[in-house]
């Protein structure tokens, strides 16, 4: 998809791309996605962000593993026993949990994965604390897109944040938000699929319609 791109066609179609070729991404391409994750807003524009591009295949092989184990302790069983999110169905949830498994035992597969990270210092991060990182991931991933490389958010290794962080090598006081795999998609990019916007805006007073009907 080229520059000229409709923004909305772009947030509208930027799907979790979890299937993904091994095949090289070349670094002119994940430096714009970084310098896309870098024009996003953060608090007081102190930019205490950092991101840890990773291609070593050991690294993330240990990193699989933990991934691994909490899909096999979570996840899994979470999609076995949910019903489907709204805009979803029976047939799209089992769909997902397939792409789920699939991007579970090929993680690191991906080509290559930007690790969001933040410098949080002495303080213990809190709800706020994202604020000023996943805005960026989020530019990031529909830069990814607008390039035609697929790329989906994931936290999961946060369950086993000691172990991962160590193994990524991050410093005292710097801790992993999301890991973002990237590479050239083995699917087709498509609309993403949600409730309707009644059901989740209101005006003035909780529960009090927005949005007609």
Partial sequence: MTDSADLFDIIRTTRAMRRLKPDPVPDALIRRILEAGVCA???GANQRWRFLVLKDRSIKEQVQQWYQKAFDEVVGPRYRSSEPPPGSSAGRYRRQHDAVQYLTEHYHDAPVWIVACQDDGAETPT???G????????NMLLAARALGLGATLTSRHLRHETEVEAILGLPPGVHSYA???IGYPLG?????????LTDVVY???????????
């Avoid at 604020?131 to 989020?138: D, E, G, K, L, N």
């Avoid at 087709?188 to 309707?196: E, L, Q």
């Avoid at 005006?203 to 009907?213: A, I, N, Q, V």
Wanted: net charge positive; charged share 20%; no cysteine.
């Fill in 131 to 138: 604020a000023s990182i996943y805005p960026a991931v989020q």
């Fill in 188 to 196: 087709n990019f498509g609309p993403v699929r949600r409730g309707p």
């Fill in 203 to 213: 005006l003035d007073r909780w529960g009090e319609s927005y949005l007609p009907d």
């Fill in 127 to 129: 709800r706020a604390s």
């Fill in 179 to 181: 890991i973002l795999p």
């Fill in 41 to 43: 807003a953060n608090g």
